[in-house]
């Protein structure tokens, strides 16, 4: 009832909406005035005011803003084709962007948004828009919300702020060049347009001598239609690519005039977007459009000249590094120690500096001398270090949390790595030093993303291998009594490599030893409501000490946990439940929908081994035990089986994914694997009392 009144009230805000814009007037706020603001952060005759004007000097055209009748048609278009379970409707979004040889653009902005939901109200009762203080500006040239009754209130600049961008500040960077023009729009409600127009600037060029871009067509939310136009000069090819647009919702088109091209890119109505449980990035499903001027290779040489003099070490860092790799014989024991020392010796913290604040990582020296950095810094910190140490390095770009857009050479980075290749091996290898909770040196959740090594020489693109199974195991031993009385008492035992050992590194780091009790509660009763915790360990006791595995024991009792019937008694091997298991619980989410449109992404190939050991009280015997269970498809593996040695039933169980994506297409047969593990967890061993 309450899903199909929350309907009802979407569909009688779309016909309202479709009344009032079909009136003929339009009526405005007497009190309001246009919101042209200035630009920010701008002194005369300085050089981002020159490289303001330059970028504003490539428009020959004037931009046309549209109107709020102009709107008005469009989002009742727009309200036909509203998705009734979206907060609201992405009613057009358009760029109109001009650029040339140097890396100068000029873009002007333009979108409205259709509220369905209070909760798309409460969304876009705010709208931010980013820039970097170093590059670029913003000014908003126009913004208004068309209410239900038709009036327009226009924004007015004292509802505009211009912030730090403090979305990081909890990861310890604190970057004052991040900035933000936050738009507060008042009595924004269903069936209210929201719209905006912005100028975006570049007052130096980011990316020297090329040009990159980028716009999204489909997304999270219903888009009726998006519009893009990119204008440069005749004689400097770009490269393009749109991303999931095997419907070719995405059209295209360009006219070549007066020395230039003007490409335009359109789209007509895409559906959302419905994101599931588990499911890989939702920017690897986004129809949207790059376009740069450059190749990978050419990228990586650019890069590679502007970040090369920050990486030229001094004295203290020659001398650093001859301490540590002194008495190491081998390249490897070498390796070791240097990244070490940067992952744990080196803070995790950073601020702006240099030339290219926010890109280039800062000067080694000072990096060495401040002890503190973000991952770029570090990264360049260890490049330094590794080739004093006789290793072939590069300073290197990843984003680990996707898989990026290989078809053109657009900058889809957020994070700084190490390539680093030891004497005889052909092959690269990429280090994470941000990786402080891990004992690999590259996370396994980083398998499969793709990297770009900055080197002078230029570079291609790079994956990096999905880490095996095998590396990222955990292991589960338990030591089980059934008592007469029906009562159970396990000591249970964890350890793990990998994957395997960070998961319970990182709840215990995140967790504080004071509340180590509670957490240990917590795995306990999730599975077995009525059990008892006992002693426990948890090793290293300073769980950000990496020299060794983890090592996690617990005990536990759980009264009554027999269930008795006549002279048999029923009993579940706890660790076939998996209640203390994460790899379990991980894979009971995955599993949760009953099909995909998209892969479920687990993360990392992992294995578990758990073996648990049921001494039986006396006078008790084994009357029926479960059938062993043997699975092997290509995404997952299972086997477990039972054994009877002297008064104890002995469970061995190992449960490996052998890829972190599962397609969709492989997905039905791989929930109903996992299915049919979780039935088998729950069968009973059967007793029966001798007298």
Known sequence: MVDRMADHRKRSVLLFIIFFTCSTGLPVDAASTPCVTEWPFLTPGSPEMTGLETSIGLRTEPPILLTPSDVAIQARAAAALTEVDSPYIIVFSTDSTVFDRQGYYHLIQQEAVLILTDQGADEKSTVRLNYDLPYNRTRILDAWVMRPDGTIHQLTPDAIRDVSNADDMDANIYEPIWRTLVLSFPEVEPGAVVYWAYEHAAVAPRTRNAFQWGHTFRTTVPMAGARIELTGPDDVPIHWFVSNNSDHRVSFDHVRKNGRIRYVW???PAPMIREEAGMIPVSEIMTSL????ETWQEFSAREAALIEPSLIPDHAIRSKVAELIAGRDTPESK???????????????????GDRPGVNPDPV???????????????????AMLRLAGF?????????????????????????????????????????????????????SSGGTQVLRIDRDGADIDTIPIDPPENNTGWFTADTHLHTDGSLASHVHYTGTGAADNFYREEFYYTGSADWPSL??????????????????FEPSEPDDLSTPISLSFSYSIPGFAGA??????????????????????????CAPTDRLYPADIGQATTMIS??????????????????????????AFDRTYHVEDQCLIMTQTCTIKQPRVPPGDYPEFRKAFQEIRRSSLTYVVLETVQ
């Open 611 to 636: 073996r648990e050991t049921i001494h039986l009280p006396p006078g008790k015997f084994l009357s029926a035990v479960p059938e062993s269970v043997h699975i092997d498809q290509p995404y997952l």
């Open 520 to 537: 240990i509660s917590y795995i306990l009763t999730s599975t077995f409501p009525r059990a008892v915790p006992g002693p426990f360990s």
């Open 266 to 268: 359109s789209s007509g």
């Open 335 to 353: 390796l070791e120690a240097l990244f070490a020392y940067v992952t744990k010796r080196v803070r995790y913290m950073g601020v702006a500096y």
């Open 565 to 590: 019937a006549g002279s048999y008694s029923l009993v579940r091997v706890p660790l076939a439940v998996s209640g203390f298991d994460w790899f379990y619980d991980t894979l009971t989410k995955i």
């Open 365 to 383: 020296i000072r990096t060495f001398a401040n002890n503190a950095g973000v991952c770029k810094d570090k990264a360049g910190l260890l490049t």
């Open 290 to 293: 790059f376009v740069t001027t």
């Open 392 to 444: 072939e390095s590069c300073y290197t770009l990843n984003n680990p949390g996707t898989r990026i857009v290989q078809d053109v050479a657009v900058d889809q980075f957020n994070h700084a790595v190490v390539a680093v290749r030891l004497p005889g091996d052909s092959a690269w290898r990429y280090l994470d030093v941000t990786t402080d909770l891990t004992r690999s040196m590259c996370p396994a």
